[in-house]
Structure formats: C-alpha cells, structure tokens
C-alpha cells in the first residue's frame, strides 16, 4: 500500500497468506493508524494481539436490525428538519469550502458526550493538516485523552491525499473493520465518519485505469457500483450494536449529477446539503433545508407534532424563496394582499435561522450543556410558536422595510427560537 519506488526486478517478496490485518479493540482509541493498521502518531505499538481482516462480507439479513430509531446529533438544524437514523447512513453532500469537515467534527465532539459512545474518523484523501488539526481539537475538547488512552472516545484513520491511491481506496475498509469489532465484539454503538467518501470512489478510478481497465461514464471505474455497495452493506445495524455512518461527500463543480455522488445517493437513509449560497451569507452549518432529505421524517417515527413543525419551516422557507424571484423582477408591489403578508412572515425564518447558527457555534465553543440537553418536543413547540405568529392587525400592506422589521413582541420569541435552536 506503499509507492513502488525502489522496487526492482527479482526483487525477494515474502506472501503473508492472507488479506491485510489490522489491530483492534480499546488499545486502538486516541490513536491514529495508516491503512494497514501501522500507528503513525508517534505513540509507540498498540499493544493488541487482537486482530482482523479489513475485507468482510456484510452481516446476513437475519442478523439485521431496521426499527427506525432517531440519533440526536444536538444540531439542531439538523435534529429538526433531517433527522439521522441510528444505524443508518448519511450523506452530506457539498462543494468545496461549505463546512462539511466542520460539521462532522462538531457532530464527533457532541455526540461523544451525549452518548459516551465510540467514533471512528476516516479520513479518506484528504489534508493531512486538517487530520492533524482534528487530532489536537479531539484532545483540547477531550474526545481523545493522552494520560489514559483508554479513556478516549475516537480513533483515527488516515489515509490523505498524499499517499498512494491503492491505500486510498483501501483506508475506507480499514476504519469500517474497527468499527465493526466495536460494534460486533464490544457490543457498542459506533459512530463512523468517512471524509470524504468522493475521495475512495477517486482512488477507485486510480486503480482501475493502472489495471488497464475501460473506464466508464465521466472516467469513473466500471466497477464503481460495486465497490461502493460492498462498503456501504457492512455499515448496518445488527442485534449486538450498531455503526451509524456520517459520510461527507464532495461534489465535483457542484454538480449533483456526476456519477460519483449520484452512486451515493441510493446508499443514504439522510442526505444533508450543504449549499454555497447559504454559506457565503455567513449561516453556518450552512443545511440547505429544502434539498436536504431524511426518511425518519415521518409523523410514525419523530412524532406528530416534530413531523408538522418541520413541514411548516419547509414550506415557509419555499414560500419565501418564490416570492423573492417575484420580488427581485418586478419588485414588492406586483404582490398580492396575501403574499405580501406572507413574505413578512417568511423574511423572519431566514433571519432566525442565520442567528441561531451564530449562537449555535458560540454555544458549541462554550461547551453550554443548557442547550444541548433540550429535548426536540420543547424545541418544536418553541419554533412552532413563533411559526404561527399571525399577522392579523396589520393595516396596510407591508413594505419591504417593515417586512424586515420584527417587532417588540414578536422579538421576544426570535430570542427564544435561538436559545433552543443554538
């Protein structure tokens, strides 16, 4: 899985009789190790005579659980209008430069102390700063503890963009080897982060093209189908645990078409997008909220008043969006009575969403526990209160200056929106 310089003809070669072996169990928490299990964070050996195989075949069907269960990830964006489910898997979809290592990064240190469960971060072809800078913030924030390794609530996989595409395309299948034991030795509920899936696909491509083989669609390997259901079919729920997936995935030029995301996409019971426009108005996590799918939003398994609420902000969210391309061709007054009191009411949900992501980091950085033990029912009744605020004793059509105006009572409910939404 190394590069082959050096490499020459009648060189000696020694065949281990079987398939890369990597080391597992509790000495591999708060280490970081390289495809083939090798630690590379200047630690000394894991000391494990435990080991495994990193190609398995996925568990049987009768082994499977699929009750829908919903993982509070404490983003509240999230938790409200996309909700993940445990055991499941969740794409987030994005171009470069909108947050998805973030957002993943933040979900590992929440997550970890909600739940005391276990992570493992993959990191698949990219920067190897930003694997060093996660390595150090999971030691400040104390997801990862160097006294006591045993005590940490990660390991780490690295596989960046540096190396050779053949451990690129294999790191992957490492970190869901180490998850698995977790999941089916340890008994645990595991948290895998893959960043970024697009990335092994890549690799994928790499290989195929030095095999000779006929490329596909868009220069992608023919057997990319393939490669990626025989990962994603591992990550599942069985009656010992459970491994939920969170796999940032970078979309070329943004086109949600290209194959690689398009293969995906049938893979995810989440998907959250991150979109650029929302990022460039300074909203972080910038969730776009209409593109972004989830299957657990059904009034059976959040809850009829979770399942409503969540419609109603989509649709308000819609309604807004439409009424800005009429608003920006033919200007306020071509509204009718009713839109224009709608667009009034739909202005304030964007102003609170970019406000609540203002605190939502603040609140994260300062490790408020307030916040992230508020249960998603008080939430829904506090956004739901404000949702349908009504806007009855407005007497004359409103401008677009005092559509932007959010008055004194209605001010009060902004700040409780952000309170429980950051």
Same mark, same amino acid.
């Given at each position: 899985?190394?590069?082959?310089?050096?490499?020459?003809?009648?060189?000696?070669?020694?065949?281990?009789?079987?398939?890369?072996?990597?080391?597992?169990?509790?000495?591999?928490?708060?280490?970081?190790?390289?495809?083939?299990?090798?630690?590379?964070?200047?630690?000394?050996?894991?000391?494990? #005579?435990?080991?495994?195989?990193?190609?398995?075949?996925?568990?049987?069907?009768?082994?499977?659980?699929?009750?829908?269960?919903?993982?509070?990830?404490?983003?509240?964006?999230?938790?409200?209008?996309?909700?993940?489910?445990?055991?499941?898997?969740?794409?987030?979809?994005?171009?470069?430069?909108?947050?998805?290592?973030?957002?993943?990064?933040?979900?590992?240190?929440?997550?970890?102390?909600?739940?005391?469960?276990?992570?493992?971060?993959?990191?698949?072809?990219?920067?190897?700063?930003?694997?060093?800078?996660?390595?150090?913030?999971?030691?400040?924030?104390?997801?990862?503890?160097?006294?006591?390794?045993?005590?940490?609530?990660?390991?780490?996989?690295?596989?960046?963009?540096?190396?050779?595409?053949?451990?690129?395309?294999?790191?992957?299948?490492?970190?869901?080897?180490?998850?698995?034991?977790?999941?089916?030795?340890?008994?645990?509920?595991?948290?895998?982060?893959?960043?970024?899936?697009?990335?092994?696909?890549?690799?994928?491509?790499?290989?195929?093209?030095?095999?000779?083989?006929?490329?596909?669609?868009?220069?992608?390997?023919?057997?990319?189908?393939?490669?990626?259901?025989?990962?994603?079919?591992?990550?599942?729920?069985?009656?010992?645990?459970?491994?939920?997936?969170?796999?940032?995935?970078?979309?070329?030029?943004?086109?949600?078409?290209?194959?690689?995301?398009?293969?995906?996409?049938?893979?995810?019971?989440?998907?959250?997008?991150?979109?650029?426009?929302?990022?460039?108005?300074?909203?972080?996590?910038?969730?776009?909220?209409?593109?972004?799918?989830?299957?657990?939003?059904?009034?059976?398994?959040?809850?009829?008043?979770?399942?409503?609420?969540?419609?109603?902000?989509?649709?308000?969210?819609?309604?807004?969006?439409?009424?800005?391309?009429?608003?920006?061709?033919?200007?306020?007054?071509?509204?009718?009575?009713?839109?224009?009191?709608?667009?009034?009411?739909?202005?304030?949900?964007?102003?609170?969403?970019?406000?609540?992501?203002?605190? #939502?980091?603040?609140?994260?950085?300062?490790?408020?526990?307030?916040?992230?033990?508020?249960?998603?029912?008080?939430?829904?009744?506090?956004?739901?209160?404000?949702?349908?605020?009504?806007?009855?004793?407005?007497?004359?059509?409103?401008?677009?200056?005092?559509?932007?105006?959010?008055? #004194?009572?209605?001010?009060?409910?902004?700040?409780?929106?952000?309170?429980?939404?950051?």
């Amino acid at each position: 899985m190394d590069e082959t310089e050096g490499l020459v003809r009648g060189q000696p070669v020694v065949d281990t009789g079987s398939p890369i072996q990597i080391p597992v169990g509790k000495e591999c928490l708060g280490r970081i190790m390289n495809v083939v299990g090798d630690p590379i964070d200047n630690a000394g050996p894991i000391r494990t #005579n435990r080991k495994r195989p990193i190609f398995m075949e996925a568990p049987e069907f009768v082994d499977q659980v699929t009750t829908p269960e919903m993982l509070v990830t404490g983003i509240k964006v999230i938790d409200l209008l996309t909700p993940y489910p445990k055991g499941g898997k969740i794409g987030l979809f994005g171009g470069a430069g909108v947050g998805k290592t973030v957002l993943i990064q933040e979900m590992i240190n929440n997550i970890a102390k909600a739940y005391g469960g276990v992570s493992v971060f993959t990191g698949v072809g990219e920067r190897t700063r930003e694997g060093n800078d996660l390595y150090h913030e999971m030691i400040e924030s104390g997801v990862i503890d160097l006294t006591n390794k045993r005590n940490s609530k990660a390991s780490l996989i690295y596989g960046q963009m540096n190396e050779s595409p053949g451990a690129r395309a294999r790191v992957a299948m490492t970190g869901l080897t180490l998850a698995e034991h977790f999941r089916d030795e340890e008994h645990q509920d595991v948290l895998l982060f893959i960043d970024n899936i697009f990335r092994f696909m890549q690799a994928g491509s790499e290989v195929s093209t030095l095999l000779g083989r006929i490329s596909s669609a868009v220069g992608y390997q023919p057997t990319l189908a393939s490669e990626m259901g025989s990962l994603q079919e591992r990550i599942t729920s069985t009656k010992n645990g459970s491994i939920t997936s969170v796999q940032a995935i970078y979309i070329p030029a943004d086109d949600v078409t290209d194959p690689a995301p398009a293969t995906a996409f049938t893979h995810f019971d989440s998907t959250t997008v991150l979109s650029r426009q929302i990022s460039e108005l300074g909203v972080y996590p910038a969730v776009d909220p209409l593109d972004s799918k989830s299957r657990l939003l059904d009034p059976t398994i959040v809850g009829k008043e979770h399942y409503q609420v969540a419609i109603e902000v989509q649709r308000i969210l819609q309604n807004y969006k439409s009424l800005q391309d009429i608003i920006a061709v033919l200007g306020m007054d071509e509204l009718s009575e009713e839109d224009k009191i709608y667009n009034k009411k739909d202005l304030k949900v964007p102003t609170r969403k970019k406000e609540s992501s203002r605190i #939502n980091q603040r609140t994260y950085n300062n490790n408020n526990s307030d916040t992230e033990n508020l249960k998603i029912g008080n939430i829904c009744r506090v956004i739901g209160s404000v949702v349908d605020v009504q806007f009855s004793g407005v007497d004359s059509p409103p401008t677009i200056h005092n559509a932007l105006e959010v008055q #004194n009572h209605e001010k009060r409910l902004v700040l409780e929106v952000m309170q429980h939404i950051g």
